[in-house]
Structure formats: structure tokens, C-alpha cells
């Protein structure tokens, strides 16, 4: 089975982050997308706890969106790959990324080493369709498909410090989520 990494700190997922991976499935870039929320992120600090962005991501869990609780507290995306080829050899695993990621993808630690998988690469600015196949042949690589979206003008930051009016977050976030941001903000309060 083809399976489609997102990993990221989803801090809180909106409906861009939903989108890309019920694309990645629905135009058949593979056949099932596993989200992996990080706990452990190198570069950004004070996320909110990686159990409640799990919960956001249990919203939307489905037959081909799992969402994974396990491997959250893996640092580096190379060592996340070596961990799930151990774990399951039966599947392919690719990456799911934003084009934009490409502008320092040779500064990841172990970078060649993701080289080896394939991705699944959202055209972000600013990386257009065009840039990423510059990268894509700057770096001799081959397999990667591009996934087909419009673009999605939804930042977590401006989420996170608008929660207190659900009217500012509408187009970004589902009330469900939502909902459940403000439950899980109220017991961090108390």
C-alpha cells in the first residue's frame, strides 16, 4: 500500500491541512495519508501540547486519513522514514510536503536520505509548479507528483491569535474544531 506522510506541527490544523491530505487520496497520489502531529519539533517552540492536536486530527479521522500517536516524538523526518520502513516493510512510503519547504530542504538533517522516497508536493508560494520541478531536477529527483489545489491562504498563527472570535476563523477552521480548540484552551486555563 502507498502511504502518504504529513507530518508537521499542525498548531491547530485547519481546513487547508485537511484538503491537502484528503487530496493526496482522492487524486490517487496514494492510497491512504498518515498524519503525524510532532512533539518534538527542531525549529518551533511553544506548540501546543502534541495529545490536543492529535484530538483535532481524530476529527477527521477516516478509512484513508489515519492519524498516528505514536511516532510523535521522532525530531527528524529521515529518522521518522527509517522507523516506519522497520515497522511496516510492506508499505511504500512517500512525503508530503509544501512546495515552499523546498526552499531549504538541502538544510533538513539527512536530507539525501529522504531523497529516496517519493513526494507528494503542494505548489506553495513561494514555490510555483515550475520552481518545484527546478528543485526536483536540481536535486536528480524523479518521483514526486504534484498535488492539484488551489491556493490556501490560512495561517495557524493568525488561528491561534483569533480563537476568541470564531467569526475571524470561519473560512479557515471547522466549528468542530474549533469548538474543541476553545474546550481544550479552557482546561489548560483552570
Known amino acids: 500500500m502507498r502511504i502518504g506522510i504529513y507530518c508537521g506541527s499542525f498548531d491547530p490544523v485547519h481546513r487547508g491541512h485537511v484538503k ?3 487530496a493526496c487520496v482522492r487524486q490517487k497520489l496514494c492510497d491512504e495519508v498518515w498524519v503525524i502531529p510532532t512533539g518534538n519539533y527542531w ?3 511553544d506548540l501546543s501540547p502534541v495529545q490536543e492536536r492529535i484530538a483535532l486530527w481524530k476529527l477527521y479521522e477516516s478509512d484513508t486519513l489515519k492519524v498516528d500517536s505514536t511516532h510523535n516524538d521522532i525530531p527528524y523526518t529521515y529518522e521518522l522514514f527509517r522507523e516506519l520502513v522497520k515497522e511496516y516493510p ?4 512517500c512525503l508530503v510536503l509544501g512546495g515552499d519547504n523546498l526552499v531549504k530542504f538541502d ?4 536530507y539525501q536520505e529522504l531523497l529516496n522516497y517519493r513526494f507528494l508536493i503542494l ?3 513561494p514555490v510555483n509548479s515550475r520552481t ?5 531536477k536540481e536535486y536528480g529527483k524523479e518521483n514526486y507528483s504534484l498535488i492539484r489545489l488551489d491556493n490556501i491562504p490560512i495561517s495557524s ?5 483569533n480563537l476568541d472570535d470564531f467569526e475571524k476563523v470561519r473560512g479557515m477552521i471547522d466549528k468542530k474544531v474549533y469548538d474543541l480548540l476553545r474546550k481544550q484552551r479552557n482546561s489548560a486555563v483552570r
Open 157 to 161: 498563527t493568525y488561528i491561534r491569535e
Open 123 to 125: 505548489p506553495r508560494e
Open 107 to 110: 538544510e533538513w538533517k539527512e
Open 20 to 22: 491537502i491530505a484528503r
Open 43 to 45: 525549529h518551533k517552540q
Open 132 to 136: 518545484v520541478r527546478k528543485y526536483m
Open 90 to 93: 510492506e508499505h511504500e512510503f
